[in-house]
């Protein structure tokens, strides 16, 4: 069965690093997420993008994050000077056509 | 202000009885919602989507219902087993965007055989 990959599992950055977490989509899906859950609370959406493009970001997607998709496979999440407070694990997810979307495992950030 | 609420206590119940989940929302309105399941350290793992004009849905041992009225979904595991137990997500989905997920902060379900 198709699933969504990420890599690295964990990665651990100094503050102020930049760091670029990647992820691989279900390779039929056109609408790409990245959500970020920090220690022991909710799921919280950051971006979502389409055609190429951002479609929708919140209020926790400032400029010091980026998103790209470089080629056909890639989805990649870009934090440009890292701070304490982006510790978590951030998730990537992709859909098809239909509403339910596939999360991946994640990738465990810790700034020290 | 809006809210998602799921129950904050964990949930324990006895292997083979049914496991209710509650899901309740204030100022929303969700074109869908959708139920999920995480383990620790693992991502959400898609289970089940109700819309709005829909008032059940099953799958297998799992039954979602959803009351627009109420502003309340409720998620049934029957049978349950240990297996079962993990964190349970509600997430609300809306139409006109490009879907963005809204998550609950989950409920924790225990199965003891």
């Known amino acids: 069965e198709p699933e969504v990959t990420q890599t690295p599992s964990h990665q651990v950055t100094q503050m102020g690093q930049e760091v670029i977490l990647r992820c691989v989509p279900i390779?039929?899906?056109?609408?790409f997420y990245w959500y970020r859950q920090i220690l022991g609370q909710k799921v919280e959406f950051l971006v979502s993008?389409?055609?190429?493009?951002?479609?929708?970001k919140s209020e926790i997607f400032d400029d010091q994050f980026s998103v790209e998709r470089p080629d056909g496979s890639n989805f990649t999440l870009k934090i440009r000077s890292t701070k304490l407070e982006d510790s978590a694990m951030y998730f990537c997810?992709?859909?098809?056509?239909?509403?339910?979307?596939?999360f991946g495992p994640g990738t465990r950030l810790t700034v020290t | 202000s809006q809210k998602i609420e799921q129950n904050s206590e964990a949930l324990n119940i006895q292997e083979g009885k049914t496991a209710t989940l509650t899901c309740n929302y204030t100022?929303?309105?969700?074109?869908?919602l959708q139920w999920y399941r995480q383990d620790p350290g693992r991502g959400p793992v898609f289970l089940l989507l109700?819309?709005?004009?829909?008032k059940e849905k099953r799958k297998e041992r799992l039954k979602v219902t959803f009351d627009t009225t109420l502003k309340q979904s409720l998620f049934h595991i029957t049978a349950s087993q240990p297996a079962d137990s993990a964190t349970y997500l509600c997430?609300?989905?809306?139409?006109?965007?490009?879907?963005?997920?809204?998550f609950g902060a989950g409920t924790r379900l225990a199965v003891h055989p």
């Open positions: 390779s039929n899906h056109l609408y």
């Open positions: 997810a992709s859909r098809g056509q239909t509403y339910e979307q596939y």
């Open positions: 997430a609300l989905g809306f139409s006109g965007g490009y879907n963005k997920l809204i």
């Open positions: 993008f389409y055609n190429n493009e951002i479609s929708e």
């Open positions: 100022n929303y309105s969700p074109a869908y």
């Open positions: 109700i819309r709005e004009n829909e």
